[in-house]
């Protein structure tokens, strides 16, 4: 049974931090290419981050780039979404990808950027 399980969600002021992670098994984790996505409300969801199986590449787009780093770690079946000068407009539903030839998706874990 493949599980995506994320954590490190919150409440955070604007101009804050916060760290998410997402442990995956079920899956041989270092075969798996990864994306963070987020939804808010009303909107579609959003690709905000990927990296490549071993961790040599990494893409993300305008939006959050300089901001957020995506990371990995293949020891740990678990990938990390480090995001610095959190906005407002980040607040969504942040949800962690496993891609090969099936998708798998965890849960979600809400982050909230509010004064």
């Known amino acids: 049974q493949v599980q995506l399980v994320e954590s490190g969600g919150g409440l955070v002021q604007p101009g804050g931090s916060l760290n998410l992670s997402c442990a995956a098994s079920g899956i041989t984790f270092s075969m798996y290419l990864m994306r963070w996505y987020r939804q808010a409300p009303g909107k579609e969801r959003e690709l905000v981050a990927s990296?490549?199986?071993?961790?040599?590449?990494?893409n993300y787009p305008d939006s959050v780039k300089g901001r957020f780093t995506i990371s990995r770690d293949n020891a740990k079946n678990t990938v990390y979404l480090r995001m610095n000068s959190l906005k407002p407009e980040d607040t969504a539903v942040y949800y962690c990808n496993a891609v090969r030839q099936t998708n798998y998706w965890g849960q979600g874990t809400q982050v909230t950027v509010s004064s």
């Open positions: 990296i490549s199986s071993f961790g040599e590449n990494t």
